[in-house]
Nanobody
Framework: QVQLVESGGGLVQPGGSLRLSCATS????????MGWYRQAPGKQRELVAA???????NYADSVKGRFTISRDNAKNTVYLQMNSLKPEDTAVYYC?????????WGQGTQVTVSS
């Protein structure tokens, strides 16, 4: 059973910051592309950022320059540092692990940006 354990969501004011974390097993982390997706009410789930096993990154245009994805190979954990948060960033954020035909999801963590 593959587990992706997320943490770090919450309520933050516009302009604030949050850091999301997603931990998994070493066997998954060492070869899988790790990503963060989000889904706002009434909208489709969308890719926010992804990082390959070699460290290459990919970001949605809407978060470029504000969000940073990183991975700690010693802790088998991927992070999403979110700065300059906007109300439109409000969504449930999901951690994802992807490798060939194998794809796994975390349980999701709520991020709410509101004054």
């Amino acid at each position: 059973q593959v587990q992706l354990v997320e943490s770090g969501g919450g309520l933050v004011q516009p302009g604030g910051s949050l850091r999301l974390s997603c931990a998994t097993s070493r066997s998954i982390f060492r070869i899988y592309t790790m990503g963060w997706y989000r889904q706002a009410p009434g909208k489709q789930r969308e890719l926010v950022a992804a990082i390959g096993s070699g460290g290459s990154t990919n970001y949605a245009d809407s978060v470029k320059g504000r969000f940073t994805i990183s991975r700690d190979n010693a802790k088998n954990t991927v992070y999403l540092q979110m700065n300059s948060l906007k109300p439109e960033d409000t969504a449930v954020y999901y951690c994802n692990a992807d490798f060939r035909q194998n794809n796994y999801w975390g349980q999701g963590t709520q991020v709410t940006v509101s004054s």
